[in-house]
């Protein structure tokens, strides 16, 4: 396969090459360095947008695929709160349907709707204890995704596990531990940061 492989071969692509080119993506095209201030309030000399790489055909692609690789037989549904786990959510459920494992997204707002069922998920109704698997972007110190658990939990869903397209390493995962709940991560921000200085050599 090519180092810039087309669309059709991400569809067949082994999991090893598509890491490989979803990680290489990540670091041209979402990895910024300078002075940055992050949704939790600290500071950072560098800063990923990984909707720069959800929200293209090529990224949602590789993105579905390997997420999708990592859930358990019995998830029912992959949830996140908007706006960055948005497009995660909805590539998994569209891949799952190519792979014959349909499952659907659920996005959690910020706040509840202001109009209609006023909700604060927005997707199919699940089962009493259905389980769900909620996605992120970039897990900092994981607050964000927490709010999404509490929101399903609430619903009675149950929720074990996060998984994130990047992990920071500044006290997400110990947070996660803390909470009795799995986390994992395609990358670690090691891995982006030595993407970004290999390709940029």
């Known amino acids: ?3 810039n492989p087309s669309l059709s071969d991400l569809l067949t692509a082994n999991a090893a090459t598509l890491r ?6 990540i670091a041209t095209e979402a990895y910024k360095e ?4 992050l949704s939790s309030g600290q500071k950072s000399t560098y800063y990923i947008n990984g909707k720069l790489v959800t929200l293209t055909a090529a990224g949602g692609v590789m993105t579905g695929r390997l997420i999708l690789q990592q859930l358990a037989p019995d998830t029912a549904a ?3 709160l908007t706006l960055g786990a948005d497009p995660i959510v909805s590539a998994v459920s569209i891949v799952s349907a190519y792979e014959a494992r349909p499952l659907p997204a659920l996005i959690i707002r ?4 202001g109009h ?3 909700a604060y998920i927005e997707g199919p ?10 996605l992120e972007d970039v897990v900092t110190t994981g607050k964000s995704a927490a709010q ?6 609430d619903m009675g869903y149950e929720v074990t596990e996060i998984i994130s397209i990047v992990d920071r390493q500044q006290g997400g995962a110990e947070f996660y531990a803390s909470q009795n709940i799995k986390f994992s991560s395609l990358f670690t921000i090691k891995d982006v940061q030595q993407a970004y200085q290999t390709l940029n050599r």
Do not use: Y
């Open 34 to 37: 300078g002075d940055f201030t």
């Open 116 to 118: 209609g069922t006023q």
């Open 1 to 3: 396969m090519t180092t």
């Open 148 to 153: 999404a658990v509490e929101r399903l939990q």
């Open 125 to 134: 109704p699940l089962p009493q204890g259905a389980k769900v698997v909620v």
């Open 78 to 80: 992959v949830a996140g």
């Open 110 to 113: 910020k706040k509840a709707k």
């Open 20 to 25: 490989q080119c979803l990680l290489n993506q």
